[in-house]
């Protein structure tokens, strides 16, 4: 798929991967929509970017309602939507048992309820927009890219519902390009390693630090435009489609 006047739809676009996401894909010449939370960053981005190809939709991905505004936004102001790419997503640690008891339900339930559910929520409300295109090379109709993690295979300690969302996003990953295949709609998902994200972004700079020397080569924490500049390649690359990519310089995270 040719990026250029294309429609593409980055949730959680106002920081870190999406951004770098977003910025990348507007500068290819796709119209640009990104759906946040942070009103703040998204009409930041709005006056830099200008409004002639780019939309800021504020909301959550867990809203049925606040995902559907987004994919209007795009369908009533560019026409179309081709592209999605799933980005948002939440960290809360805790151990199963920790100091205080049993992992509280609640924080289990939100991590499920945004990283998988709300991920899930875009990808259906994508498809079906996307599903009216008309084909194009290849009868490909659009492209729907989820963010997993390394944490899907290698979830450490204290990372078992960042874990287990993710490891569901990995899993949705097969069975939707299948049954999506039929309207020429491709599904991809990238498991980042460490990035240097709003995610890490609190951390002190000596941990920062620390945390990318944990990766073979390059020896670093992994730069949000080297995530968007996958994402770019699975546009442009029709045979991409039903797999994981690992985004991750070889690194395996241990059990802490």
């Known amino acids: 798929m040719d990026i250029a006047g294309k429609t593409a739809l980055i949730v959680g676009g106002a920081s870190g991967l999406g951004e770098a996401t977003a910025r ?10 990104v759906f946040d939370l942070n009103k703040e960053r998204g009409q930041l981005m709005v006056e830099e970017l200008g409004a002639e190809r780019f939309l800021f939709v504020p909301g959550s991905v867990t809203e049925e309602a606040d995902v559907r505004r987004a994919v209007d936004a795009a369908l009533n102001t560019f026409d179309a939507l081709h592209i999605a790419v799933n980005t948002a997503g939440i960290a809360t640690p805790g ?6 008891g049993p992992l509280p339900l609640e924080t289990f339930s939100k991590v499920i309820a945004v990283n998988l559910i709300g991920t899930f929520n875009v ?7 996307m599903q009216q295109n008309l084909s194009m090379a290849d009868g490909e109709r659009g492209v729907i890219i989820n963010t997993a993690s390394i944490a899907a295979y290698e979830g450490q300690i204290g990372q078992a519902a960042y874990a287990a969302s993710k490891g569901g996003v ?3 990953t097969l069975p939707a390009a299948r049954e999506l295949a039929k309207w020429g709609i491709r599904v ?3 498991a980042p390693g460490l990035f240097d994200t709003p995610l890490l972004a609190g951390l002190p700079e000596t941990v920062r630090v620390d945390l990318g020397r944990q990766v073979p080569f390059p020896s670093r924490l ?3 435009p080297e995530y968007a500049f996958l994402v770019t390649h699975i546009i442009e690359n029709v045979m991409l489609n039903g797999e994981v990519l690992r985004l ?5 995270m241990g059990p802490r």
Not at 24 to 33: E, F, N, P, W
Not at 123 to 129: D, P
Not at 248 to 252: F, M, N, P, Q, V
Request: aromatic share 2%; net charge positive.
């Open 24 to 33: 990348r894909l507007h500068r290819a010449g796709a119209y640009v929509v």
């Open 95 to 100: 151990r199963i048992l920790g100091k205080q």
């Open 123 to 129: 990808l259906r409300l994508a498809a079906a927009a």
């Open 170 to 172: 990995v899993g949705l």
């Open 188 to 190: 991809v998902c990238i």
């Open 222 to 224: 992994g730069r949000p």
């Open 248 to 252: 991750d310089g070889a690194l395996r």
